[in-house]
């Protein structure tokens, strides 16, 4: 016959307990990563290709993180941010972060970061493409004369810009308010948007861009976009801005 000792009752009791509270943590865990993301007038919008379209130059696991995780979270920490201010909730996303004097203190630091890394991102994926071809003559190539010599040194001093960029952050095209070509860098998700300017070709160089393929080598990856920079878009966009 066996005897349970009143040690072996609370042993027992102490394992029964622990599981209860190990399974309810679980479940607990589950159903959080269960919960649908918050929602608000922001949407992350669809990748115009499929991950894998710019292999060998942009591989598909980066650009299923960069789109799905990276950008996702800055359209629900935006949507966050915007949560009890239903007037700021009316406006696209351009708007807002062209003028962040609008923006309550309070929340104008998350607007900035999250705003910005929302609007540079659907921007960037735009901006891309596979078997880009080269551009084409026109009211961009002209202009794009004005601002480079030639091709060669216009990715040489591309690549020069993107590597001088400390820590995170983007190189840009941007159209100035007199309609000029410039080549500039900002930090952060800072836009040229918050500083007057339309960006017509961005370029991240923070590390979750390039990381899993290329390591430290953000040479190669700056030369690697050269190879997929959708110019039938961004001529279009520069005539829209310029007309």
């Known amino acids: 016959m066996n005897t349970i000792t009143r040690r072996d009752a609370l042993k027992s009791a102490g394992i029964l307990t622990a599981g209860f509270f190990l ?18 007038p922001h949407k992350l919008p669809a990748l115009p290709y499929g991950f894998d379209a710019l292999e060998p130059h942009f591989d598909a696991k980066t650009m299923e993180i960069h789109h799905d995780k990276h950008h996702a979270a800055y359209v629900t920490n935006l949507n966050k941010a915007l949560a009890d201010y239903p007037d700021l909730q009316k406006l696209s996303v351009e708007e807002l972060i062209k003028d962040l004097d609008k923006v309550p203190e309070k929340i104008r630091t998350a607007v900035r970061n999250q705003g910005g890394g929302h609007f540079n991102h659907s921007l960037f994926w735009q901006c891309l493409r ?18 480079f010599e030639n091709k060669e040194e216009g990715e040489r001093i591309f690549l020069e810009k993107s590597l001088s960029v400390f820590g995170s952050g983007w190189v840009w095209i941007s159209l100035t308010k007199d309609k000029k070509l410039q080549l500039e860098t900002t930090p952060n998700q800072d836009s040229p948007l918050m500083f007057g300017r339309q960006p017509l070709i961005g370029l991240d160089v923070w590390e979750h861009a390039y990381y899993l393929k290329y390591q430290n080598r953000r040479a190669d990856y700056v030369k690697a976009f050269y190879n997929l920079v959708n110019w039938d878009f961004v001529s279009k966009r520069y005539e829209k801005l310029t007309a």
């Open 130 to 147: 596979k078997d880009s071809d080269p551009l084409s003559d026109g009211p961009l190539a002209e202009a794009m004369g004005e601002l």
């Open 23 to 40: 399974s309810t943590s679980i479940t607990r865990a589950l159903a959080q990563a269960a919960a649908p993301a918050p929602t608000g």
